[in-house]
Each structure stands twice: as C-alpha cells, then as structure tokens.
C-alpha cells in the first residue's frame, strides 16, 4: 500500500486544517488506518485511528473534542479534521495502515506509512 498525506501547513491557535491520506495499490476497506505525529526529538506519538469500515475510532486524550478521524472507502481515502488548533499540536503528521479490522495506539501494529505533513499551529 502506498500512502500520500496532504494538508499540512500553517495556521493561527483556534484554526482549523484538514489531513488528507490517499491509499493506492490494495483493498483500502481491509484496512484500519491511523494518524501519529512526531516532533524532533521525541518518538512518534498516536493521535487517532478509524477501523476498517469506519464505525470505530480512538482518540488520544489531548485531541478528543477538536480532531475527527474518519475516512471515505470510495475514494481510498482518510482524513483528520483538526479544529481548535494549539501550539502543542505542531509536528509532521503521518497516517498508517494496518491490515486488520480495527486500529491500534501502537505504531509497531501498522505495516505502511505515508511521507509526513508538516502542520505549524504559531501564536
């Protein structure tokens, strides 16, 4: 599976972006799908996953209420829209496919991973 994320950029605290993730070369709806972000210096970090066909999703604490994971298996796509944007949520996201039903916090489960978008929230 290749992963290509979008959508990253700059905004102001209290603005809003939305992550694009388009999945090519396998069966998009066998496949739960995450977002982690990672800042330098620090480990990957999870931020949310969607299950297979979309009724199940995880959210880290500090997200819950601003972010909203879902997806679009039509068009082999994933997206987190993130609202309310903080200082603290700067970092290169990444989305993540697993081969099985439901997602995982652990960025060990997830076999393919996307290139990174860089999202710069400045105060």
């Known amino acids: 599976v290749q992963l290509q994320a979008s959508g990253g950029g700059l905004v102001q605290v209290g603005g809003s972006l939305r992550l694009s993730c388009t999945a090519a070369?396998?069966?998009?709806?066998?496949?739960?799908m995450g977002w982690f972000r990672q800042t330098p210096g620090r480990q990957r970090e999870f931020v949310a996953y969607?299950?297979?066909?979309?009724?199940?999703?995880y959210y880290k604490n500090a997200v819950k209420g601003r972010f909203t994971i879902s997806r679009d298996n039509t068009q082999n796509t994933v997206y987190l829209q993130m609202n309310n944007l903080q200082p603290e949520d700067t970092a290169v996201y990444y989305c993540?496919?697993?081969?099985?039903?439901?997602?995982?916090?652990?960025?060990?489960?997830?076999?393919?991973w996307g290139q990174g978008t860089l999202v710069t929230v400045s105060s």
């Open positions: 969607i299950g297979e066909i979309g009724l199940t999703t």
């Open positions: 070369g396998r069966t998009f709806s066998g496949q739960a």
């Open positions: 993540a496919a697993r081969t099985y039903r439901s997602g995982s916090t652990d960025s060990r489960q997830y076999e393919y």
